[in-house]
């Protein structure tokens, strides 16, 4: 099935409203694309004057809080981006799952609340390195799917591979693996979600940059990336959105 590519920048806890000029370049970038989308995925603090600045880009944030509202100091709602002009979110992450302690029950709450606001929501699964070197990769992502997949898929669910070896760290995942990862994931999402699981998009993450981007995106059942330090400037980031643009 052709499924559209999505090119997702993450911010993570970088850049200023100095930083936002890198969007222009961007944007004019993806506007050159018409045939894939790209996001940028920003701090909190960032996401009304991104989305001011460009607003034909899909601006996201990368983290949000299962309920609408309440007693939750320091948290931001799924309702509460929308308002800001968010209209994508990355729930999961791997450094959120390790720094925050985020266990897939608690994703899959927070991909519930980001759906049902009609947020993009890209969740992120991925093995740590001795996963891997045990040869559990496999088993360690299908149970995070298992654990933190809600209970439908719509268009707007986006799954991200990222194995945590591979995240900053200029390693990346060989194609043979990658392939064997996303074809795992497929069938997982297939299985679990019939005809739907086949229109969910699964991205690569993981120091995708210009030089891997290409081979990367020849991979089947691989729809796009989700890219962190190569996001974070216009030089590094147009390349990676040419690439998918094929
Ligand atoms: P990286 O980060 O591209 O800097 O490896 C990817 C991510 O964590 O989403």
Request: with cysteine; aromatic share 4%; proline share 2%.
């Amino acid at each position: 099935m052709a499924r559209r590519k999505l090119i997702a920048g993450n911010w993570k806890m970088n850049g200023s409203s100095a930083a936002l000029s890198e969007l222009d370049i961007i944007a004019a970038a993806a506007k050159a694309a018409p045939g894939l989308d790209v996001a940028l995925c920003v701090p909190f603090t960032l996401i009304a004057s991104a989305k001011a600045r460009v607003p034909a880009l899909i601006i996201g944030a990368q983290d949000v809080h299962a309920r609408t509202y309440g007693a939750h100091t320091g948290c931001i709602s799924a309702t509460m981006l929308l308002e800001a002009g968010a209209t994508a979110v990355i729930v999961g992450h791997s450094e959120r799952r390790a720094e925050q302690f985020e266990s897939d029950a608690a994703v899959r709450a927070k991909v519930e609340a980001a759906l049902s606001v009609g947020l993009t929501t890209i969740l992120c699964v991925g093995e740590s390195e001795a996963e891997r070197d045990a040869g559990n990769h496999l088993i360690t992502v299908q149970s995070q799917l298992d654990g933190s997949l809600p209970d439908e898929a719509s268009g707007l669910l986006v799954v991200a591979y990222e194995p945590i070896w591979a995240i900053g760290t200029g390693k990346t995942a060989s194609t043979e693996d990658v392939a064997a990862m996303h074809r795992a994931i497929r069938k997982r999402l297939v299985g679990r979600f019939g005809a739907a699981g086949d229109a969910v998009r699964i991205l690569y993450g993981g120091s995708v940059k210009s030089d891997n981007a290409a081979e990367l995106f020849g991979v089947e059942d691989v729809d796009g990336a989700l890219v962190g330090g190569a996001s974070l400037t216009a030089a590094a980031f147009v390349p990676v959105i040419e690439a998918a643009a094929g």
